[in-house]
């Protein structure tokens, strides 16, 4: 055990009254994990693990007595949670694992806290401040995890075989601490050992839900630079067994000397853009997200990333494989490919086992979009082309011009300049045309139950056919967006049909 004394970092009154009641309990309390971690990066955090050596359900029905908390049991897992003060803290007891080669739930038995420290998965992520009376904020740290911290390491307790066979997860969550962790002052690697073991035990994937698979991927996903975790995920061979489709996005081919962009490297150059430029955004508070509350939409201020604009970013080529085809006129060509890629999101969310809702629905419809305000760069900027756009965007606008100028890339400086001076002249026209014409939430002014009532018709496809006139003629800025025009309009249309008002 180390004598190092920690200071300031158990300040919240929550540690002294923990250390209180196992002292009344006669068991011995620890602080461990990414609190610890935390602590000495300098990390806000508001999650703390107990680990006791005996029951942590018993300590924490305790504690929640003496704080008048509600303490939420978990036996299966043999964990207890309470809140207290805007701090989460979950207890658990001390254990013991072993594994069987076929699954990654782990055969428990209770243990000491050296027991414990042993079954974690990093060095910097067994770290332990004690609650004891005699020794309160000691350090305790038996395989050198505050030197790996400091060195910016991520390894292992146990040989890395062991660790990764055991749960292969770990392979993956070693991927999400090293790009988690990394900073521009400090940059966190996995040792050499450990990649190779990640290498060797890369079919251990197969054992995993894709539900915890997909856990991982979200936070590196929302981490300022998630590159790197897809990078290494690509070098350990992971991405195969993840996200094939990926994969088959790596590497340039070449006819008559002319090769195309290589699309992996674009699309993590668009997925970082992506993370910057949300960041910033947040940070001024330019992004709103829109939430249903009792059946009515409220507008929100976005405070944290949206995890679904970077699946969008990571997706939005996808199909480029499947679309490339050479013309020698024109070079290498992907026509089409948002249509394909906004197809296949469906079946890529179901295989991933990740929610078929509106989320899913919403990174369909920013791949399938995702060209639409490029082409606004490069083309002269109408009114309708910006209509149709906020039509078909709707309140996800923003989130599709955000991914948009984050695929503008080019190792030619003045192009991306261009084009970035361009895009700037796109959004003043998207405000320009919102404020004018109220386009965004678009609803269409003439309903098929006016069209019955006034002719005196049952529901047909004439109905449908006069509404879509409707809409086409506001979006194209034939009529203004308004009922009195748009009745007018539909009347003259439903009179060239032969169709007249029966009132």
């Not at 075989?161 to 996995?190: C, G, H, N, W």
């Amino acid at each position: 055990m180390s004598v190092t004394i920690t200071q300031g970092f158990l300040d919240h009154e929550i540690f002294g009254i923990v250390s209180d009641v196992a002292a009344s309990l006669g068991v011995r309390a620890f602080v461990i994990g990414g609190y610890v971690r935390d602590c000495f990066l300098g990390r806000p955090s508001k999650d703390i693990d107990i680990v006791v050596e005996g029951s942590g359900i018993e300590l924490a029905e305790a504690v929640g007595q003496r704080v008048r908390s509600h303490v939420s049991v978990f036996r299966n897992f043999g964990t207890a949670m309470l809140r207290f003060k805007g701090i989460e803290v979950e207890f658990v007891g001390a254990r013991k694992e072993s594994y069987r080669r076929d699954s990654r739930k782990p055969i428990v038995e209770d243990g000491t806290l050296e027991d414990d420290q042993l079954r974690r998965d990093f060095t910097i992520n067994a770290m332990a401040f004690s609650l004891q009376k005699d020794d309160f904020g000691a350090l305790v740290d038996p395989f050198g995890g505050i030197r790996d911290l400091a060195a910016g390491i991520i390894r292992t307790p146990l040989d890395p075989d062991t660790t990764y066979s055991d749960d292969p997860l770990r392979m993956v969550r070693a991927i999400r601490f090293a790009t988690k962790l990394t900073t521009s002052e400090q940059v966190f690697s996995i040792v050499p050992e450990s990649l190779e073991s990640i290498r060797r035990n890369r079919e251990r994937m197969e054992i995993l839900s894709k539900e915890r698979i997909v856990e991982e991927l979200n936070k590196i996903l929302v981490t300022p630079k998630p590159s790197i975790g897809f990078r290494l995920l690509d070098e350990t061979g992971l991405l195969d067994y993840i996200m094939p489709q990926l994969s088959k996005l790596k590497g340039v081919e070449t006819v008559e000397g002319k090769g195309h962009k290589e699309n992996f490297s674009h699309t993590l150059e668009v997925l970082d853009n992506v993370a910057a430029y949300e960041i910033d955004a947040i940070a001024a508070g330019r992004l709103k997200d829109f939430v249903f509350e009792d059946g009515v939409e409220v507008e929100r201020v976005r405070t944290e990333p949206n995890v679904w604009l970077r699946w969008a970013a990571l997706l939005h080529d996808i199909a480029k494989p499947a679309t490339k085809r050479y013309d020698p006129a024109l070079g290498w060509t992907f026509h089409g490919h948002e249509v394909v890629g906004a197809r296949w999101i469906p079946k890529i969310f179901q295989g991933l086992k990740m929610p078929l809702n509106e989320k899913m629905k919403y990174v369909q419809k920013l791949v399938s979009l995702h060209l639409r305000p490029i082409a606004l760069v490069t083309d002269e900027v109408t009114d309708s082309a910006v209509r149709r756009l906020l039509f078909d965007a709707g309140n996800d606008i923003d989130d599709l011009m955000l991914l948009c100028n984050a695929d503008i890339t080019s190792k030619n400086p003045r192009k991306v300049a261009r084009l970035h001076a361009n895009f700037e002249l796109v959004k003043a026209k998207l405000v320009e045309v919102e404020a004018k014409d109220a386009i965004r939430n678009f609803k269409n002014p003439i309903t098929g139950d006016y069209v019955m009532d006034l002719f005196g018709i049952e529901p047909c496809n004439t109905i449908g056919m006069l509404k879509e006139m409707v809409k086409n003629a506001i979006l194209d800025g034939v009529i203004e967006n308004s009922f009195e025009a748009a009745d007018v309009f539909m009347r003259q249309k439903a009179a060239e049909m032969g169709l007249y008002p029966v009132k």
